[in-house]
Structure formats: structure tokens, C-alpha cells
């Protein structure tokens, strides 16, 4: 079994700062992909950022210069940091992980955290 826990979400002002925290723990045997999304009410899920087992990143347009995504590859975390905050960031944010399990070596499987709310006001 493996497990998705993130932190860090709340209520900040317009210009302000947040880190996102993605935590996976369980019988994991590697990573290979770290990603963040988020949705606001009424829209699709979105890819807000992305790491690569190697380390490469991509970001949306919409964040690019103002957030941050960082990997630990040996306490299984994702990082998230975002400054420069807008009232149009809100939304539910979630981790994406692809992970192998020690249980299904042969297997990788996408699992996604709870979401954490993140809301900007103006």
C-alpha cells in the first residue's frame, strides 16, 4: 500500500507565499514522477508543475517564474513553492505521483494525493 499525504495549504493575500508538501510512504520501491495540479471550482484539472526522476521540470505558463518544484528523493516528497501569489491561483490543489511498489516491481501506478485548498484573496 502506499500513501499520499499533503500539507502546507491555507488562506493567503494576493502577492503572498505558500509551500506545498506531498509526502508518499509505504512499500514504494522508486518514483519516477513528481507532478502538482490543481482545480478551481468549475474548470478542469489542470498541470500546475512536473519533475522528472532526473530533475527536469516543466511548469504551466500561468506559474512560471513565480512557483517552484522540488523533489526528495530520499524522503519520498514533493515540494511546491509558490510566491508571488494571485486570486486566480485558487483552487484545490493535489500531488500526482508515479510509483512502483516493492509489492508489483513489474508495475508502476499514478496515485494522487487528497488535495489541499489553496485561496488567494485580492
Known amino acids: 500500500q502506499v500513501q499520499l499525504v499533503e500539507s502546507g495549504g491555507g488562506l493567503v493575500q494576493a502577492g503572498g507565499s505558500l509551500r506545498l508538501s506531498c509526502a508518499a510512504s509505504?512499500?514504494?520501491?522508486?518514483?519516477?514522477?513528481m507532478g502538482w495540479y490543481r482545480q478551481a471550482p468549475g474548470k478542469l484539472r489542470e498541470l500546475v508543475a512536473e519533475?522528472?526522476?532526473?530533475?527536469?521540470?516543466n511548469y504551466a505558463d500561468s506559474v512560471k517564474g513565480r512557483f517552484t518544484i522540488s523533489r526528495d528523493n530520499a524522503k519520498n516528497t514533493v515540494d511546491l513553492q509558490m510566491n508571488s501569489l494571485k486570486p486566480e491561483d485558487t483552487a484545490v490543489y493535489y500531488c500526482?505521483?508515479?510509483?512502483?511498489?516493492?509489492?508489483?516491481?513489474?508495475?508502476?501506478?499514478?496515485?494522487w494525493g487528497q488535495g489541499i485548498q489553496v485561496t488567494v484573496s485580492s
Open positions: 500526482n505521483l508515479l510509483i512502483t511498489s516493492t509489492a508489483r516491481p513489474t508495475v508502476r501506478t499514478y496515485y
Open positions: 509505504g512499500s514504494i520501491f522508486s518514483i519516477n514522477y
Open positions: 519533475i522528472t526522476s532526473g530533475g527536469l521540470t
